[in-house]
């Protein structure tokens, strides 16, 4: 069992940067993959970045580039830092997470443990 907490969203301009983090209750360190996701009301939720426990890593087409998903050497804080921000960015994130960790994919379905969700805003 898992549980997570997301923090450090926020408001933004377009272009800026912001670092979001995700406290595992619990080491998951050699069993688990993580991942980060995006909802806006009305939308389905969409994966955007994860990380399985060898640390690969693979992202959405969107923030390919822009976004970058790590994990503390603990593996007690997932974090995902987004730069050059846009509008469309805008959404709740959340923190997904696996026991699966040889693999990750942007699925939500793979994923049984869900954070609470930290809100992104970027203004243009």
């Known amino acids: 069992q898992v549980q997570l907490v997301e923090s450090g969203g926020g408001s933004v301009q377009a272009g800026g940067t912001l670092r979001i983090s995700c406290a595992a209750s619990?080491?998951?360190?050699?069993?688990?993959?993580m991942a980060w996701f995006r909802q806006v009301p009305g939308k389905e939720r969409e994966g955007v970045a994860c990380?399985?426990?060898?640390?690969?890593?693979m992202y959405a087409s969107s923030v390919k580039g822009r976004f970058t998903i790590s994990q503390d050497n603990a593996k007690t804080t997932l974090y995902l830092q987004m730069n050059s921000l846009k509008p469309e960015d805008t959404a709740m994130y959340y923190c997904?997470?696996?026991?699966?960790?040889?693999?990750?994919?942007?699925?939500?379905?793979?994923?049984?443990?869900w954070g609470q969700g930290t809100q992104v805003t970027v203004s243009s």
């Open positions: 997904a997470a696996s026991a699966e960790g040889s693999w990750c994919g942007l699925w939500e379905s793979s994923y049984k443990y």
């Open positions: 990380r399985d426990s060898d640390g690969m890593t």
């Open positions: 619990t080491s998951t360190s050699s069993s688990y993959s």
